[in-house]
């Protein structure tokens, strides 16, 4: 079994920035495909921002020009550094990392853009 295990989440005004971070507990394991969704109060789990082992990226509109995910492909490790935060990008971020055979997720770390 793997653990993903977030870090760097907390309270920025807006328009600072803040740098996620996530790593898996093994690092022999190949995830596909790595990334970051967040959960707002009320709202569904949204999809930010994905990233494959070869760096192709994905970003959902929202934060495109403001986020860039990387990754660090021999630690198994995933970083959203999140630039020009707004109110809106209050939430629940959650670490995701996709394997041939299934799906895992981080615990969770708060990020709250407020002044």
């Known amino acids: 079994q793997v653990q993903l295990m977030e870090s760097g989440g907390g309270l920025v005004q807006p328009g600072g920035s803040l740098r996620l971070s996530c790593a898996a507990s093994?690092?022999?394991?190949?995830?596909?495909?790595m990334g970051w969704y967040r959960q707002a109060p009320g709202k569904q789990r949204e999809l930010v921002a994905t990233i494959t082992t070869v760096g192709s990226t994905y970003y959902a509109d929202s934060v495109k020009g403001r986020f860039t995910v990387s990754r660090e492909n021999a630690k198994n490790a995933v970083h959203l550094q999140m630039n020009s935060l707004k109110p809106e990008d209050t939430a629940v971020y959650y670490c995701n990392a996709l394997s041939q055979w299934s799906t895992y997720w981080g615990q969770g770390t708060q990020v709250t853009v407020s002044s």
């Open positions: 093994r690092s022999d394991f190949s995830f596909n495909v």
